[in-house]
């Protein structure tokens, strides 16, 4: 089982509608929770931090996360083709200092 | 304020040559690690590093190492260059290393191994 499981894509949504990005991980003593954006050729570029239960909101970007089902996910809305990117879900154990990220989703948002 | 720095952006260098890739992290940020990102891969972790001193080491071969200097740079070293070292290697800075730290990466340098 992979540490951290994303599913690779690519998903394509039209301007304007929600995407709905999922991450799975396999330790349950992950404790900091984070969403990437890397556009292609590009360094990932950091949207979101979640390290509770429950929903955070910022701008069009919502992150849930669910520890109990080990489970985050990160919802856009009012996509824009400016989205269109590799999305990593990225997370910490606390004790161990290294980020652990998925392999990255593909989003393309069509005009 | 400046963002994390890496230099160079791109170089080619060839096989079983040795490379030093660099990172200037964000102004009072005090930890940097490094990663590593093959083609289609999330990045893999290569060291932490915290107040000069290593305080975790990913997966990877001894012919990677790494410093941090009292400015809270640091370099990364890789010796006797195979090909799959080619990569953007990435240099992640944050306040301190751990728990509900948020990490900003530089804009990578790519190198290519020949």
């Known amino acids: 089982q992979k540490e951290v499981e994303q599913n690779s894509g690519p998903l394509s949504v039209p301007e304007g509608a929600i995407a709905s990005l999922n991450c799975t991980y396999s330790?349950?003593?992950?404790?900091?929770f984070f969403w990437y954006r890397q556009y292609s050729g590009k360094s990932p570029e950091l949207i979101m931090s979640?390290?509770?239960?429950g929903d955070k909101e910022d701008g069009r970007f919502t992150a849930q996360l669910n520890k109990a089902s080990q489970y985050v996910s990160l919802l856009i809305r009012d996509s824009q083709p400016s989205d269109s990117a590799t999305y990593l879900c990225a997370v910490n154990r606390g004790s161990n200092y290294k980020l652990t990220f998925g392999k990255g989703t593909l989003l393309t948002v069509n005009p | 304020d400046a963002g994390v720095t890496q230099s160079p952006t791109h170089l080619i260098k060839t096989r079983g040559q040795h490379v030093t890739l660099r990172c200037s992290p964000i102004?009072?940020?005090?930890?940097v690690s490094w990663y590593q990102q093959v083609l289609g891969q999330g990045p893999q972790f290569i060291f932490q590093?915290?107040?000069?001193?290593?305080?975790g080491r990913g997966n990877f071969p001894d012919r990677f190492s790494a410093r941090q200097f009292p400015n809270y740079s640091s370099e990364l070293n890789v010796n006797a260059l195979l090909l799959g070292d080619s990569a953007l290697y990435l240099c992640?800075?944050?306040?301190?290393?751990?728990?509900?730290?948020?990490?900003?990466f530089g804009q990578g340098t790519r190198l290519t191994v020949v």
């Open positions: 590093y915290y107040e000069k001193e290593e305080r």
């Open positions: 992640a800075s944050s306040l301190f290393p751990g728990e509900g730290t948020e990490a900003f």
């Open positions: 979640i390290y509770s239960n």
């Open positions: 102004s009072g940020h005090k930890s």
């Open positions: 330790d349950r003593g992950s404790q900091s």
